[in-house]
Protein backbone atom coordinates (compact mmCIF):
# COMPACT_ATOMS: atom_id res chain seq x y z
CA UNK A 1 0.00 0.00 0.00
CA UNK A 2 0.91 3.62 -0.93
CA UNK A 3 1.84 6.09 2.52
CA UNK A 4 2.34 9.93 2.13
CA UNK A 5 4.35 12.06 4.54
CA UNK A 6 4.08 15.62 5.33
CA UNK A 7 7.27 16.15 7.77
CA UNK A 8 5.66 19.30 9.30
CA UNK A 9 2.31 20.09 10.40
CA UNK A 10 2.98 23.79 10.12
CA UNK A 11 5.22 26.00 8.28
CA UNK A 12 5.33 30.11 9.43
CA UNK A 13 6.57 32.38 7.12
CA UNK A 14 6.50 36.20 6.53
CA UNK A 15 4.78 37.33 3.58
CA UNK A 16 7.18 37.95 0.33
CA UNK A 17 9.44 35.21 1.34
CA UNK A 18 9.89 31.70 -0.45
CA UNK A 19 8.33 28.32 0.78
CA UNK A 20 8.86 24.82 0.68
CA UNK A 21 6.49 22.03 2.00
CA UNK A 22 7.85 18.51 1.73
CA UNK A 23 6.05 15.39 0.64
CA UNK A 24 7.53 12.38 0.75
CA UNK A 25 5.57 9.09 -0.44
CA UNK A 26 6.08 5.42 -0.52
CA UNK A 27 5.11 3.17 -3.14
CA UNK A 28 6.16 0.16 -5.25
CA UNK A 29 4.41 1.39 -8.46
CA UNK A 30 4.39 3.66 -10.72
CA UNK A 31 1.83 6.78 -8.91
CA UNK A 32 0.29 9.98 -9.94
CA UNK A 33 1.34 13.37 -7.25
CA UNK A 34 -1.16 15.60 -6.57
CA UNK A 35 -1.60 18.80 -4.55
CA UNK A 36 -4.65 20.18 -3.13
CA UNK A 37 -5.44 23.27 -1.26
CA UNK A 38 -8.03 23.95 1.59
CA UNK A 39 -9.31 27.27 2.46
CA UNK A 40 -10.81 27.57 5.63
CA UNK A 41 -14.52 25.85 6.35
CA UNK A 42 -14.43 24.98 1.95
CA UNK A 43 -13.16 22.03 0.25
CA UNK A 44 -10.36 20.35 -1.78
CA UNK A 45 -9.24 22.58 -4.47
CA UNK A 46 -6.19 21.15 -6.95
CA UNK A 47 -3.49 22.99 -7.41
CA UNK A 48 -1.23 20.66 -9.40
CA UNK A 49 -0.52 17.45 -10.80
CA UNK A 50 2.24 14.71 -12.10
CA UNK A 51 1.30 12.45 -14.22
CA UNK A 52 4.28 11.72 -16.57
CA UNK A 53 6.69 14.32 -18.29
CA UNK A 54 8.53 17.26 -16.90
CA UNK A 55 9.34 16.35 -13.61
CA UNK A 56 8.62 19.45 -12.52
CA UNK A 57 5.29 20.97 -12.38
CA UNK A 58 3.59 24.58 -12.58
CA UNK A 59 0.29 25.18 -10.71
CA UNK A 60 -2.71 28.10 -9.86
CA UNK A 61 -1.55 30.35 -7.43
CA UNK A 62 2.59 30.43 -8.74
CA UNK A 63 2.75 27.27 -7.02
CA UNK A 64 5.21 24.31 -8.64
CA UNK A 65 6.40 21.14 -7.52
CA UNK A 66 9.42 18.75 -8.39
CA UNK A 67 8.76 15.04 -8.92
CA UNK A 68 12.12 13.37 -7.40
CA UNK A 69 11.78 9.65 -8.20
CA UNK A 70 15.06 8.51 -6.89
CA UNK A 71 13.79 10.09 -3.40
CA UNK A 72 10.27 9.64 -3.97
CA UNK A 73 8.96 13.52 -2.85
CA UNK A 74 7.28 16.07 -4.34
CA UNK A 75 7.99 19.35 -2.36
CA UNK A 76 5.68 22.28 -2.85
CA UNK A 77 7.54 25.49 -3.92
CA UNK A 78 6.48 29.47 -4.19
CA UNK A 79 8.95 31.80 -4.78
CA UNK A 80 7.11 34.56 -2.91
CA UNK A 81 3.55 33.89 -0.91
CA UNK A 82 1.27 36.38 0.13
CA UNK A 83 -0.93 36.62 2.94
CA UNK A 84 -3.72 34.85 0.99
CA UNK A 85 -1.78 31.67 0.46
CA UNK A 86 -2.78 30.95 4.65
CA UNK A 87 -4.86 27.64 4.34
CA UNK A 88 -4.03 23.90 4.14
CA UNK A 89 -1.88 22.44 1.92
CA UNK A 90 -2.48 18.42 1.05
CA UNK A 91 -0.23 16.38 -0.89
CA UNK A 92 -2.10 13.28 -2.09
CA UNK A 93 -0.88 9.91 -4.26
CA UNK A 94 -2.64 7.77 -6.81
CA UNK A 95 -1.38 4.18 -7.67
CA UNK A 96 -1.62 3.93 -11.32
CA UNK A 97 -4.51 2.15 -12.17
CA UNK A 98 -6.47 2.79 -8.81
CA UNK A 99 -9.12 5.59 -8.74
CA UNK A 100 -8.46 5.94 -4.72
CA UNK A 101 -6.69 8.67 -3.23
CA UNK A 102 -4.10 8.42 -0.49
CA UNK A 103 -3.44 11.94 1.25
CA UNK A 104 -1.14 13.01 3.75
CA UNK A 105 -2.17 14.70 6.74
CA UNK A 106 -1.36 18.26 5.89
CA UNK A 107 0.42 21.16 6.15
CA UNK A 108 -0.84 24.51 7.74
CA UNK A 109 0.89 27.34 5.97
CA UNK A 110 0.32 30.40 8.08
CA UNK A 111 1.46 33.85 6.10
CA UNK A 112 2.27 36.68 8.49
CA UNK A 113 2.73 40.46 7.53
CA UNK B 1 -23.49 21.84 -11.97
CA UNK B 2 -20.91 24.40 -11.33
CA UNK B 3 -19.15 22.03 -8.91
CA UNK B 4 -19.57 19.39 -6.52
CA UNK B 5 -22.75 20.24 -3.56
CA UNK B 6 -22.75 18.21 -0.33
CA UNK B 7 -25.93 19.04 1.96
CA UNK B 8 -26.04 19.28 4.58
CA UNK B 9 -23.12 21.53 5.09
CA UNK B 10 -24.29 21.31 8.87
CA UNK B 11 -25.26 18.33 11.16
CA UNK B 12 -25.42 18.07 14.63
CA UNK B 13 -26.90 14.95 15.98
CA UNK B 14 -27.43 12.74 19.49
CA UNK B 15 -25.64 9.35 19.73
CA UNK B 16 -27.47 6.89 18.34
CA UNK B 17 -29.15 8.31 15.71
CA UNK B 18 -28.78 7.60 11.92
CA UNK B 19 -27.60 10.43 9.67
CA UNK B 20 -28.25 10.13 5.72
CA UNK B 21 -25.24 12.89 3.84
CA UNK B 22 -25.95 13.58 0.24
CA UNK B 23 -23.24 14.73 -2.24
CA UNK B 24 -24.94 15.69 -5.47
CA UNK B 25 -21.63 15.66 -8.18
CA UNK B 26 -20.34 17.61 -11.65
CA UNK B 27 -23.02 16.90 -14.16
CA UNK B 28 -21.29 14.14 -16.14
CA UNK B 29 -19.40 12.70 -13.62
CA UNK B 30 -19.15 9.14 -13.58
CA UNK B 31 -16.87 8.42 -10.64
CA UNK B 32 -17.63 9.71 -7.59
CA UNK B 33 -15.71 9.61 -3.76
CA UNK B 34 -16.33 9.19 -0.10
CA UNK B 35 -13.72 10.90 1.92
CA UNK B 36 -13.60 11.42 5.63
CA UNK B 37 -11.48 14.45 7.11
CA UNK B 38 -11.09 13.97 11.34
CA UNK B 39 -8.33 14.99 13.56
CA UNK B 40 -5.89 13.36 13.93
CA UNK B 41 -6.49 10.68 11.33
CA UNK B 42 -6.45 13.42 8.03
CA UNK B 43 -8.01 12.65 4.68
CA UNK B 44 -8.90 9.11 4.88
CA UNK B 45 -10.71 7.37 1.72
CA UNK B 46 -14.23 5.87 2.59
CA UNK B 47 -15.82 4.59 -0.86
CA UNK B 48 -15.75 4.60 -4.47
CA UNK B 49 -18.20 4.18 -7.29
CA UNK B 50 -17.91 4.15 -10.76
CA UNK B 51 -21.58 4.59 -12.09
CA UNK B 52 -24.43 2.94 -9.89
CA UNK B 53 -21.69 0.16 -8.11
CA UNK B 54 -19.32 0.67 -5.63
CA UNK B 55 -16.22 -1.71 -7.18
CA UNK B 56 -14.12 -0.41 -3.57
CA UNK B 57 -15.59 -0.02 -0.30
CA UNK B 58 -12.69 -0.96 1.41
CA UNK B 59 -12.25 2.50 4.16
CA UNK B 60 -15.86 2.12 4.83
CA UNK B 61 -14.87 1.79 9.08
CA UNK B 62 -17.42 -0.32 10.19
CA UNK B 63 -20.91 -1.99 8.86
CA UNK B 64 -22.52 1.02 10.16
CA UNK B 65 -21.28 2.96 7.41
CA UNK B 66 -23.27 2.45 3.90
CA UNK B 67 -23.64 4.22 0.41
CA UNK B 68 -25.67 4.33 -2.31
CA UNK B 69 -25.32 6.04 -5.34
CA UNK B 70 -28.72 6.25 -7.93
CA UNK B 71 -28.99 7.14 -11.32
CA UNK B 72 -25.21 7.43 -11.79
CA UNK B 73 -25.36 10.55 -9.77
CA UNK B 74 -26.27 11.77 -6.53
CA UNK B 75 -25.10 9.76 -3.79
CA UNK B 76 -26.27 9.19 -0.21
CA UNK B 77 -24.06 8.46 2.93
CA UNK B 78 -25.61 6.85 5.57
CA UNK B 79 -24.65 6.45 9.49
CA UNK B 80 -26.46 4.08 11.90
CA UNK B 81 -26.49 4.81 15.15
CA UNK B 82 -23.70 7.11 15.58
CA UNK B 83 -21.14 7.33 17.99
CA UNK B 84 -19.02 10.18 18.92
CA UNK B 85 -15.85 9.06 16.97
CA UNK B 86 -18.32 9.44 13.55
CA UNK B 87 -17.80 13.59 14.33
CA UNK B 88 -15.60 14.58 11.14
CA UNK B 89 -16.01 16.79 7.95
CA UNK B 90 -17.39 14.25 4.79
CA UNK B 91 -16.02 14.99 1.52
CA UNK B 92 -17.41 14.16 -1.74
CA UNK B 93 -15.09 13.91 -4.76
CA UNK B 94 -16.09 13.22 -8.49
CA UNK B 95 -14.00 13.04 -11.53
CA UNK B 96 -15.20 12.49 -15.09
CA UNK B 97 -13.73 8.83 -15.24
CA UNK B 98 -12.88 6.23 -12.90
CA UNK B 99 -10.14 3.28 -13.47
CA UNK B 100 -6.74 5.03 -12.20
CA UNK B 101 -6.27 7.07 -15.08
CA UNK B 102 -5.16 10.88 -15.50
CA UNK B 103 -8.45 12.45 -14.52
CA UNK B 104 -8.77 15.26 -11.69
CA UNK B 105 -11.31 14.17 -8.69
CA UNK B 106 -12.66 17.33 -7.53
CA UNK B 107 -14.35 18.28 -3.85
CA UNK B 108 -17.49 19.47 -2.34
CA UNK B 109 -17.04 21.83 0.22
CA UNK B 110 -18.03 18.94 2.98
CA UNK B 111 -20.99 18.38 5.72
CA UNK B 112 -19.39 18.92 9.07
CA UNK B 113 -20.87 16.29 11.40
CA UNK B 114 -20.79 16.38 14.87
CA UNK B 115 -22.40 13.62 17.31
CA UNK B 116 -23.45 14.56 20.56
Known amino acids: AQSVTQLDSQVPVFEEAPVELRCNYSSSVSVYLFWYVQYPNQGLQLLLK??????LVKGINGFEAEFNKSQTSFHLRKPSVHISDTAEYFC???????????FGKGTMLLVSP | GAGVSQSPSNKVTEKGKDVELRCDPISGHTALYWYRQSLGQGLEFLIYFQGNSAPDKSGLPSDRFSAERTGGSVSTLTIQRTQQEDSAVYLC??????????????FGPGTRLLVL
Open chain 1, 50 to 55: YLSGST
Open chain 1, 92 to 102: AVRKSGYSTLT
Open chain 2, 93 to 106: ASSLEGGGGAETQY
